[in-house]
């Protein structure tokens, strides 16, 4: 995996993270709403793993917020 995209995936997981801690959401929590196996879940959460665009829907909806919000970070994609 090339760097940018896994540096682009760590911020989007610390992301999910950060909204789902803000919601009081556990893994378990995310695994009933979304239909994502939690540890998954948390793998997302970790940027060890690139979603697709369903998952990704899927995790906006389970989060109860518009999926522009889990976009909503600083990437420094041009940074090295």
Do not use: A, C, W
């Not at 948390?42 to 998952?55: D, L, R, S």
């Amino acid at each position: 995996m090339d760097k940018q995209l896994e540096k682009f995936l760590k911020n989007f997981g610390k992301k999910v993270k950060e909204i789902r801690d803000l919601k009081n959401y556990t893994l378990d929590d995310m695994e009933f709403h979304t239909g994502i196996d939690s540890s998954d879940f948390n793998k997302i959460e970790q940027g060890k793993t690139n979603i697709t665009f369903k998952t990704f829907i899927k995790v906006s909806k389970g989060l109860e917020i518009h999926p522009r919000e889990l976009l909503d970070f600083n990437t420094d994609l041009d940074e090295e």
